[in-house]
């Protein structure tokens, strides 16, 4: 699949801020257990980044080299992160409001435009648009996406450590039969979200 270029996007006023392009997109928005990660990123494409595109469409080794090349690359580059904690305490959409706007805090300059993938955007004060299905059509939220999904599945691998039996390393805390049977077996861990069902009755 080609993505389109950042310059040939239709439908994005640029007029609005001057100032680079930045994507934002997240991770873990409908997982079980883990924290909701959002990347932001401001990052023009090139020939090492040519392969960059929804991280759901990249092999997990692939995407672990292209979190390298994209940092390595980008101009700047931000994550947030809200643990179960806090989606328990408000809501999934509120916590990834709360990551994405984070993430572009850290960002260390203000966009002229932020490109947020999805139908909602967080509370920035910069220009933002979002657009549905952004990280199949956008270079720069799909660099986003790859470098959300990175970190988070890095600290579901670490988090794998503390809590042995539920299979954090393979499943990521994603809702698959095996890590349900592991909540039936083992009960809740500090790690799941409460407020989603789990599978346990809860």
């Not at 999934?92 to 932020?114: E, S």
């Not at 509370?123 to 648009?129: D, G, S, T, Y």
Request: include cysteine; charge should be positive; hydrophobic fraction near 40%.
């Amino acid at each position: 699949m080609t993505l389109a270029p950042v310059d040939a996007l239709a439908g994005f006023d640029r007029s609005r801020g001057s100032g680079p392009l930045a994507g934002v997109d997240e991770a873990g928005r409908g997982a079980l257990a883990g924290p909701v990660v959002a990347a932001a990123v401001v990052c023009e494409p090139g020939e090492e980044l040519g392969r960059v595109r929804d991280s759901k469409l990249v092999p997990e080794k692939e995407r672990e080299e292209l979190y390298e090349r994209i940092v390595r690359a980008a101009g700047a580059w931000c994550v947030g992160i809200v643990g179960p904690d806090e989606i328990d305490r408000t809501n999934i959409l509120l916590a990834t409001m709360c990551a994405m706007k984070q993430a572009v805090a850290g960002l260390g300059m203000r966009p002229g435009l932020v490109l947020v993938d999805g139908n909602r955007l967080p509370e920035i004060a910069c220009p933002a648009e979002a657009v549905t299905g952004g990280d199949r059509k956008s270079f720069v939220i799909a660099a986003a996406s790859i470098v959300a999904k990175v970190t988070r599945d890095r600290i579901m691998r670490e988090r794998d450590r503390d809590y042995p039996g539920y299979g954090f390393r393979q499943h990521k805390g994603y809702g698959t039969a095996a890590h349900r049977r592991a909540i039936a077996e083992l009960g809740l861990s500090a790690l799941h979200r409460r407020s989603f069902r789990t599978g346990d009755g809860v």
